[in-house]
């Protein structure tokens, strides 16, 4: 099984493709209507070489996961990109109106940097960026 | 921005990496406690080559988009993975436990055929497995 796509259920195909170019910095190739399904849909390439899933269980203190779980229950939670440069990115993300979550990246797992943007800012998509810490 | 990773909220890790080791056919690579996050993460390869985010909206009649939308508002809604035999991994699945929302695939998008998962039966992930249809 190979991760072929992720599915972003959306109200308004127009104003999402313009939202996501923005945050990813490139267009959608392609649209196709899937009249079986009732649908319109849009591509994007997501990049992604060696993408992982990541199973998150709550550890230790009360924290968002919990939380999540408590609200939602399980399920997929966020998407994650990598980028060359946290703070860049945070700085263009934040001047593009995208929210930010935090000020200063902060450690997560597999050693990276990471910055979380408010889903009410990425069309209900809680997107996190990192970047690999260097040594 | 490329993706890196799929973050999945999960309640008990253990239970959920042997349901997701299942569906995948691989067991995680890693483990890993982050406690400034107050979570425990476990790792699987999405074996991803080419990964698309495909934005899904409503069109024409009122469909599972649509209902999605009215429930829960916009947002992720679901994992598709490509296999080589579509009919073969629906049964290899529905012996193994996992509920099938068809019974025959459906045609998708990009020129696939798709079957669809119950969350019910995978952690809370809709999950889509898809076939590229042969000319």
Redesign the interface.
Known sequence: ?????????????KA??EL?AR???RA?YKQ???????????????????????????????????K??DK????????????DDIRA?MARLAADGFQLLQEEP?????NKLVCFLH?KST???LV???QTRKS
């Open positions: 099984m190979r991760l072929d796509h992720i599915g972003i259920a959306v109200a308004d195909l999402a493709d996501i945050l990813l910095g959608p196709e209507v899937v009249a079986e399904q009732s649908v319109i849909t849009s591509f994007f390439d997501a990049g992604a070489q060696d993408a992982k899933l990541e199973l998150v269980a709550p550890e230790g203190a009360r924290g968002p996961i919990q999540y779980l939602r229950g399980p399920g997929i939670h966020h998407l994650a990109f990598e980028v990115e902060s450690l997560g797992a597999d889903p069309g209900g998509v996190e960026i990192c």
